[in-house]
């Protein structure tokens, strides 16, 4: 079994910024795809950015120059770096990870850490 285990989300002004961390851990041969997804209310989960084992990443249009996703691999560690945050960022952030263990892959995902841009 795996945990990811989120945090860093909160309230913020817009224009502001917000760093969220997702550590995962448990049984674990080598951590592939890491990326964040978002669910605002009302609407469904979206992703926001991923990047890769190798450090490539790619983002949705909306965060484009404004968010930097990272990782620590020797910590199990993504990062998101949310800067110059608008109203419209307000959802809940979820981490996922696909993760190789026992020759199998697996896709695991956060418990969600809500993020909240008040205007």
């Known amino acids: 079994q795996v945990q990811l285990l989120e945090s860093g989300g909160g309230l913020v002004q817009a224009g502001g910024s917000l760093r969220l961390s997702c550590v995962a851990s448990?049984?674990?041969?080598?951590?592939?795809?890491m990326g964040w997804y978002r669910q605002a209310p009302g609407k469904g989960r979206e992703l926001v950015a991923a990047i890769s084992s190798g450090g490539t990443t790619s983002y949705a249009d909306a965060v484009k120059g404004r968010f930097t996703i990272s990782r620590d691999n020797d910590k199990n560690t993504v990062f998101l770096q949310m800067n110059s945050l608008k109203p419209e960022d307000t959802a809940v952030y979820y981490c996922?990870?696909?993760?190789?263990?026992?020759?199998?892959?697996?896709?695991?995902w956060g418990q969600g850490t809500q993020v909240t841009v008040s205007s």
């Open positions: 448990g049984r674990i041969d080598s951590l592939n795809d």
């Open positions: 996922n990870a696909r993760i190789s263990w026992a020759n199998r892959r697996y896709q695991y």
